[in-house]
Protein backbone atom coordinates (compact mmCIF):
# COMPACT_ATOMS: atom_id res chain seq x y z
CA UNK A 1 0.00 0.00 0.00
CA UNK A 2 1.51 3.61 -1.34
CA UNK A 3 2.27 5.90 1.83
CA UNK A 4 1.25 9.27 1.74
CA UNK A 5 3.47 12.01 2.18
CA UNK A 6 4.56 14.11 6.06
CA UNK A 7 6.55 17.05 6.80
CA UNK A 8 7.82 18.14 9.53
CA UNK A 9 8.46 21.43 10.39
CA UNK A 10 10.95 22.59 13.78
CA UNK A 11 10.43 26.10 15.74
CA UNK A 12 12.05 28.62 16.19
CA UNK A 13 15.71 28.48 17.33
CA UNK A 14 15.61 25.00 16.42
CA UNK A 15 16.10 22.29 13.96
CA UNK A 16 14.82 19.30 12.46
CA UNK A 17 17.02 17.03 14.97
CA UNK A 18 14.31 18.06 17.57
CA UNK A 19 11.73 16.21 15.46
CA UNK A 20 13.79 12.53 15.14
CA UNK A 21 12.18 10.85 17.55
CA UNK A 22 8.90 11.76 16.19
CA UNK A 23 10.10 11.20 12.63
CA UNK A 24 11.16 7.50 13.89
CA UNK A 25 7.81 6.50 14.95
CA UNK A 26 5.47 7.94 12.44
CA UNK A 27 7.83 6.46 9.68
CA UNK A 28 6.07 3.27 9.28
CA UNK A 29 2.86 4.83 8.84
CA UNK A 30 4.42 7.94 6.48
CA UNK A 31 6.86 8.79 3.97
CA UNK A 32 8.20 11.54 6.44
CA UNK A 33 10.76 14.05 5.38
CA UNK A 34 11.74 16.84 7.45
CA UNK A 35 13.97 20.32 7.00
CA UNK A 36 15.93 22.62 8.52
CA UNK A 37 14.49 26.28 7.53
CA UNK A 38 17.10 28.65 6.23
CA UNK A 39 19.76 29.85 9.15
CA UNK A 40 18.56 26.72 11.23
CA UNK A 41 20.74 23.77 12.30
CA UNK A 42 22.61 23.12 9.07
CA UNK A 43 21.28 25.39 6.85
CA UNK A 44 23.71 28.30 6.51
CA UNK A 45 22.30 31.46 5.08
CA UNK A 46 23.13 34.82 5.25
CA UNK A 47 19.31 36.10 4.56
CA UNK A 48 17.03 37.80 7.10
CA UNK A 49 14.67 35.59 8.58
CA UNK A 50 10.91 35.68 7.61
CA UNK A 51 7.83 33.64 7.36
CA UNK A 52 7.99 33.67 3.71
CA UNK A 53 12.17 32.83 3.61
CA UNK A 54 10.56 29.84 5.57
CA UNK A 55 7.27 29.23 3.21
CA UNK A 56 9.69 29.01 0.39
CA UNK A 57 12.03 26.79 2.05
CA UNK A 58 9.06 23.98 1.94
CA UNK A 59 8.43 25.10 -1.57
CA UNK A 60 11.41 24.61 -3.05
CA UNK A 61 12.13 21.43 -0.73
CA UNK A 62 8.85 19.96 -2.01
CA UNK A 63 9.82 20.13 -5.54
CA UNK A 64 12.95 18.57 -5.15
CA UNK A 65 11.82 16.16 -3.97
CA UNK A 66 9.05 15.99 -6.58
CA UNK A 67 6.14 15.80 -3.97
CA UNK A 68 3.00 17.27 -5.41
CA UNK A 69 0.53 16.63 -2.08
CA UNK A 70 1.92 16.48 1.45
CA UNK A 71 0.86 16.36 5.55
CA UNK A 72 2.20 18.94 7.51
CA UNK A 73 3.36 18.78 11.45
CA UNK A 74 4.57 22.21 12.46
CA UNK A 75 5.97 22.84 16.04
CA UNK A 76 5.52 26.65 16.89
CA UNK A 77 6.85 28.36 14.25
CA UNK A 78 6.65 25.89 11.97
CA UNK A 79 3.06 25.41 12.44
CA UNK A 80 2.92 28.82 11.54
CA UNK A 81 5.05 28.44 8.32
CA UNK A 82 3.03 25.66 7.79
CA UNK A 83 -0.36 27.26 7.38
CA UNK A 84 1.61 30.16 5.24
CA UNK A 85 2.12 27.29 3.08
CA UNK A 86 -1.25 26.31 2.85
CA UNK A 87 -3.11 29.81 2.25
CA UNK A 88 0.12 30.05 -0.96
CA UNK A 89 -0.25 26.33 -2.09
CA UNK A 90 -3.58 24.87 -0.74
CA UNK A 91 -3.39 21.99 -3.92
CA UNK A 92 0.05 21.24 -2.20
CA UNK A 93 -1.40 20.14 1.33
CA UNK A 94 -3.60 17.90 2.39
CA UNK A 95 -3.90 18.18 6.86
CA UNK A 96 -1.76 20.43 9.21
CA UNK A 97 -1.13 19.87 12.57
CA UNK A 98 0.20 22.72 15.03
CA UNK A 99 1.64 22.34 18.14
CA UNK A 100 2.37 25.30 20.18
CA UNK A 101 2.03 27.88 17.56
CA UNK A 102 1.64 31.71 18.54
CA UNK A 103 -0.43 33.56 17.06
CA UNK A 104 -1.13 36.62 19.06
CA UNK A 105 1.70 38.76 17.51
CA UNK A 106 0.86 42.03 18.60
CA UNK A 107 3.57 44.85 19.26
CA UNK A 108 3.74 44.16 22.95
CA UNK A 109 4.05 40.33 22.74
CA UNK A 110 6.58 40.45 20.00
CA UNK A 111 8.57 42.97 22.53
CA UNK A 112 8.23 40.30 25.52
CA UNK A 113 9.26 37.59 23.45
CA UNK A 114 12.18 39.66 22.28
CA UNK A 115 13.63 40.58 25.54
CA UNK A 116 14.14 36.87 26.14
CA UNK A 117 16.30 36.51 22.82
CA UNK A 118 19.48 38.90 24.05
CA UNK A 119 22.02 36.10 22.85
CA UNK A 120 24.69 38.04 25.35
CA UNK A 121 22.28 37.09 28.51
CA UNK A 122 21.51 33.58 27.37
CA UNK A 123 24.92 32.64 27.60
CA UNK A 124 25.45 34.25 30.85
CA UNK A 125 22.32 33.45 32.65
CA UNK A 126 21.48 29.96 30.95
CA UNK A 127 24.85 28.36 29.54
CA UNK A 128 23.21 24.78 28.63
CA UNK A 129 20.50 26.46 26.64
CA UNK A 130 23.55 28.51 25.18
CA UNK A 131 25.18 25.21 24.76
CA UNK A 132 21.75 23.31 23.44
CA UNK A 133 21.85 26.11 20.56
CA UNK A 134 25.51 25.79 19.92
CA UNK A 135 25.06 21.76 19.12
CA UNK A 136 21.70 22.30 16.82
CA UNK A 137 23.59 25.25 15.13
CA UNK A 138 26.68 23.86 13.74
CA UNK A 139 26.31 25.27 10.38
CA UNK A 140 25.32 28.80 12.04
CA UNK A 141 26.68 31.38 14.72
CA UNK A 142 23.40 30.06 16.90
CA UNK A 143 23.81 33.98 18.23
CA UNK A 144 23.10 35.33 14.76
CA UNK A 145 20.04 32.80 14.97
CA UNK A 146 18.68 34.22 18.44
CA UNK A 147 19.41 38.08 16.59
CA UNK A 148 17.78 37.14 13.46
CA UNK A 149 14.82 35.66 15.06
CA UNK A 150 14.55 38.77 16.89
CA UNK A 151 13.83 40.92 14.16
CA UNK A 152 11.60 38.39 12.82
CA UNK A 153 9.50 38.60 15.60
CA UNK A 154 9.35 42.51 15.46
CA UNK A 155 8.60 42.06 11.35
CA UNK A 156 5.62 39.29 11.78
CA UNK A 157 3.62 41.35 14.73
CA UNK A 158 4.33 44.52 12.52
CA UNK A 159 3.66 43.76 8.92
CA UNK A 160 3.88 40.49 8.31
CA UNK A 161 1.69 38.00 10.59
CA UNK A 162 -1.30 36.29 9.19
CA UNK A 163 -5.23 37.98 9.63
CA UNK A 164 -8.17 36.77 10.64
CA UNK A 165 -8.98 37.00 6.99
CA UNK A 166 -5.92 34.58 5.59
CA UNK A 167 -7.13 32.22 8.16
CA UNK A 168 -10.47 31.95 7.15
CA UNK A 169 -9.17 31.43 3.31
CA UNK A 170 -7.46 28.63 4.64
CA UNK A 171 -10.10 25.19 3.96
CA UNK A 172 -7.36 22.33 5.09
CA UNK A 173 -8.49 20.71 7.59
CA UNK A 174 -6.32 21.54 10.57
CA UNK A 175 -5.39 20.51 14.46
CA UNK A 176 -4.57 23.40 16.94
CA UNK A 177 -2.40 21.88 19.77
CA UNK A 178 -2.02 23.78 22.64
CA UNK A 179 -0.23 22.67 26.02
CA UNK A 180 -1.90 23.21 29.46
CA UNK A 181 1.21 24.81 30.97
CA UNK A 182 2.20 26.47 28.08
CA UNK A 183 3.76 29.85 28.70
CA UNK A 184 4.27 31.41 25.21
CA UNK A 185 1.40 30.62 24.16
CA UNK A 186 -2.31 30.74 25.06
CA UNK A 187 -5.15 28.23 24.99
CA UNK A 188 -7.71 31.42 24.40
CA UNK A 189 -5.32 32.43 20.92
CA UNK A 190 -5.27 28.60 19.61
CA UNK A 191 -9.35 28.20 20.43
CA UNK A 192 -9.62 31.77 18.26
CA UNK A 193 -7.77 30.28 15.07
CA UNK A 194 -9.57 27.15 15.36
CA UNK A 195 -12.58 28.83 15.55
CA UNK A 196 -12.26 30.97 12.69
CA UNK A 197 -10.41 28.59 10.17
CA UNK A 198 -12.70 26.73 8.26
CA UNK A 199 -11.69 23.10 9.31
CA UNK A 200 -10.34 24.02 12.43
CA UNK A 201 -10.00 21.45 15.57
CA UNK A 202 -8.59 22.35 19.09
CA UNK A 203 -6.42 19.87 21.02
CA UNK A 204 -5.77 20.85 24.56
CA UNK A 205 -3.16 18.69 25.73
CA UNK A 206 -2.60 18.50 29.24
CA UNK A 207 0.32 19.07 31.17
CA UNK A 208 3.12 20.19 28.12
CA UNK A 209 4.77 23.24 28.77
CA UNK A 210 6.05 24.80 25.12
CA UNK A 211 9.76 22.87 24.61
CA UNK A 212 9.01 20.36 22.01
CA UNK A 213 11.28 18.76 24.46
CA UNK A 214 8.81 18.30 27.14
CA UNK A 215 6.26 16.36 25.07
CA UNK A 216 6.74 12.20 25.08
CA UNK A 217 7.07 11.87 21.30
CA UNK A 218 4.48 8.51 21.69
CA UNK A 219 2.03 10.94 23.02
CA UNK A 220 2.69 13.67 19.80
CA UNK A 221 2.95 10.91 17.68
CA UNK A 222 -0.14 9.36 18.31
CA UNK A 223 -2.16 12.78 18.17
CA UNK A 224 -0.98 13.21 14.20
CA UNK A 225 -1.47 9.80 13.61
CA UNK A 226 -4.86 10.03 15.09
CA UNK A 227 -6.09 12.97 12.99
CA UNK A 228 -4.31 12.78 9.54
CA UNK A 229 -5.34 9.19 8.76
Known sequence: MKKNNLLLLHGALGSKVQLESIKSLLSNNYNVY???????????????????????????????????????????????????????????????????TKFNWSKDSAEREVKMLNPNVIEEKVPKFANRLNELHRANNWKHVVNKTADMMIQLADKEKLNNDDFKQIKHSVLIGIGTLDAMVTIEESEKIATILDNGNLKIIENFQHPIEKIDPKQLSNIILDFIK
Open 34 to 100: SIDFEGHGSEASNNKFSIALFTKNVLDTLSKLNIIKINIFGYSMGGYVALNFALQNPEMVDNIVTLG
